[in-house]
């Protein structure tokens, strides 16, 4: 099979085309070979991202040692924390589909041979894997690495923390200047994604969970020495699947073949096993929609009606960080669980062996006696303040194997018998809705309360701050779901407010918005339709009673159907200000206007529309 880039490198039309690749360094010997783009997300904005510009280089050695030619670009990352409380945070969700875009672009530009993704935070993981599948081409993901967790005396008490603890003393209205400032010091230590399991972390699992990345790649920190061994490792791989798919014609290297629809089953399921972020459903309903593949809301729903939660990390368990699950075996412990419970396809392919079952048998320190496995999973924190990567070699004693009360549980110990996310439907949310199940206390598993309802996010965290919000309230934000926000904004303001109001487990959150994987609590997002598609969110007035039953998956506003008529047409009647928030002010850019306009509802991930641009394709003809 040739190889694509054939098509820029071969033949007297590309005597140009190779002037100027040899104007960047590509030697003579270097054409025929494949060609290796390195997608880096390097910045200075993110964490997660700030030590990426020193890898994409010794990635780059690797390749070429392995016989490839690498070529790196740069993608955008935007910052959810540094974004958030301001209308910054409008640009996250979008910037999935920018960065999607731009892998496309320098990929199908060049006629890159194969993609190995330096991914790392909440929007460029996601976005980079919607273009691999996009694209289709041998491709290999390595993310930056969580953050290791902080360690703070606060209040008398010796704590190790996370970023989500400066929102909780932030709002803390007891709070002092200095423990504001000591928290703000001790939260986010080094380099690498927040330790917590939010989206970022998440996702990175999950491309481990897919077969796409190597064992270890959510768990294993961003500052110890074994994360250079998996860039440098996959640096190596990628060139060899290079070379299994053009020389040898081997399609089970390439993305679609890892992500078939038991790819995407194995994933959704260790979402649901470790309780990720409630984004991972809009993430993985948008990457199938470029796999091809048939998936819903629906399929999260059935899957985790069938998954016991086997592991808790912060914020759905206090002082349980990333590391502490890297210790008790990462996600290959997670699926071994799930494998030997038959609730996993072992057969799925995987980029760096025959089967992602195979390498579960290789990795699972509850199952092998590997050596070296054992001795990778017993990587730690070093404890010291730095930003450099690969700078410690710190290891623990003892693996975590506790497998009745650890942080990863078997299926007989585990936390809950179905899945850490949930799905719900209700005449709020007929098209569906999700809550992080794995962080809602126990009491609020069953709520009636009474709506207070805000038109923004900014408007709620005026409320909350002024302690208007009160036990029993249900509060709704609404028109900020991905064509009312535009953007569809996270909530994790409000909610860590609120929590840290003492209110977390006494009020509900409802919103066509969505949360960090930071939000614990019964905060409800993704409502479909959402406020500005004709969404019954929009409908709901003041004092309403809201009913939620997590087990039931159900969610009522507690009002007869004639009245919501009324109301329903009374909206209509406002004619061209229907389905908008009333008295709401918001600068909104261009591009923002465009993602709006072509983004669907959060049932279906959030991403472009294409039934609206095949429309709007087939009336640009017949006009």
Not at 133 to 147: C, D, E, Y
Not at 372 to 389: D, I, L, Q
Not at 405 to 412: F, K, L, M, P, Y
Not at 439 to 468: H, M, Q, W, Y
């Amino acid at each position: 099979m040739k190889l694509r880039s054939d098509v820029v490198t071969k033949g007297v039309l590309n005597t140009g085309a190779r002037a100027l690749w040899r104007a960047t360094g590509t030697g003579p010997d270097d054409f025929g070979k494949p060609i290796i783009a390195i997608a880096n997300s390097f910045t200075q904005f993110v964490p997660g991202h700030v030590h990426l510009r020193d890898v994409a280089p010794m990635v780059a050695e690797e390749i070429t040692a392995a016989g490839g030619v690498p070529k790196e670009f740069n993608t955008i990352a935007v910052d959810d924390g540094i974004a958030m409380g301001h209308d910054g945070m409008m640009y996250s969700l979008p910037s999935r589909d920018n960065i999607a875009d731009a892998v496309e672009y320098m990929c199908n530009a060049h006629a890159a041979d194969a993609l190995i993704c330096l991914s790392n935070c909440d929007k460029i993981t996601p976005g980079m894997l919607m273009a691999a599948l996009r694209l289709n081409i041998p491709t290999i993901f390595v993310s930056g690495g969580p953050m290791e967790s902080g360690k703070i005396n606060f209040r008398g008490a010796d704590l190790r923390v996370d970023a989500i603890d400066t929102l909780l003393v932030m709002g803390d209205p007891t709070a002092t200047e200095s423990e504001i400032e000591a928290m703000q010091e001790a939260a986010c230590p080094t380099c690498g994604s927040c330790a917590l399991m939010g989206t970022a972390n998440s996702m990175n699992c999950l491309t481990e969970a897919f077969g796409l990345a190597l064992p270890g790649n959510g768990t294993v920190l961003a500052t110890h020495k074994d994360r250079e061994r998996l860039f440098r490792d996959a640096a190596r791989r990628i060139v060899g699947m290079a070379h299994d798919h053009y020389r040898d014609g081997n399609e089970g290297v390439l993305p679609r073949a890892i992500c078939s629809r038991e790819g995407f089953e194995n994933a959704a399921r260790v979402s649901m096993a470790i309780g990720g972020s409630t984004n991972t459903i809009l993430h993985l309903l948008a990457a199938a929609q470029e796999a091809g593949v048939a998936w819903t809301v629906e399929d999260f729903n059935r899957i985790s009606n069938s998954t016991p939660c086997l592991c808790k990390v912060s914020p759905s368990a206090h002082e349980v960080f990333v590391e502490d699950m890297h210790r008790a075996g990462g996600v290959m412990a997670v699926m071994g669980g799930l494998k030997r419970a038959g609730l996993l396809n072992a057969d799925n392919p995987a980029a760096y062996a025959p089967t992602i079952g195979a390498a579960i048998d290789d990795w699972d320190i509850t199952a092998t006696g590997s050596d070296a496995a054992h001795r990778f999973y017993r990587a730690g924190p070093g404890g010291v303040r730095t930003m450099r990567p690969f700078s410690q070699e710190m290891r623990f004693s003892e693996l975590d194997l506790d497998r009745e009360s650890g942080v990863i549980r078997d299926v007989d110990h585990a936390f809950s018998d179905t899945g850490g996310l949930t799905v719900l439907y209700g005449n709020i949310a007929p098209d569906s809705c999700i809550v992080k199940s794995a962080g809602v206390p126990a009491n609020l598993f069953e709520f009636r309360g009474r709506a207070r309802v805000f038109e923004s996010k900014d408007d709620c965290i005026a409320a909350i701050t002024s302690d208007r919000i009160l036990p029993g309230d249900c509060v709704v934000i609404r028109y900020e779901g991905p064509r009312g926000g535009p953007g569809m904004q996270e909530m994790l303001t409000p909610t860590g407010l609120i929590k840290a109001r003492g209110l977390g487990d006494k009020v509900a959150l409802i919103t066509d918005g969505r949360f960090s994987g930071a939000t614990s609590g019964l905060s409800i997002g993704h409502i479909s339709p959402e406020a500005a598609s004709g969404g019954l969110i929009a409908l709901i007035e003041e004092g309403d009673e809201v009913a939620i039953s997590v087990p039931d998956r159900t969610i009522e506003l507690l009002v007869d159907s004639e009245e919501i008529v009324r109301r329903r047409q009374s909206m209509l009647d406002r004619g061209a200000e229907a389905w908008t928030p009333r008295g709401r002010v918001r600068p909104v850019s261009t591009a923002l206007r465009i993602f709006g306009l072509m983004a669907s509802s959060a049932d279906r991930g959030g991403s472009r529309d294409k039934a609206l641009l095949e429309k709007l394709e087939q009336a640009a003809k017949t006009s």
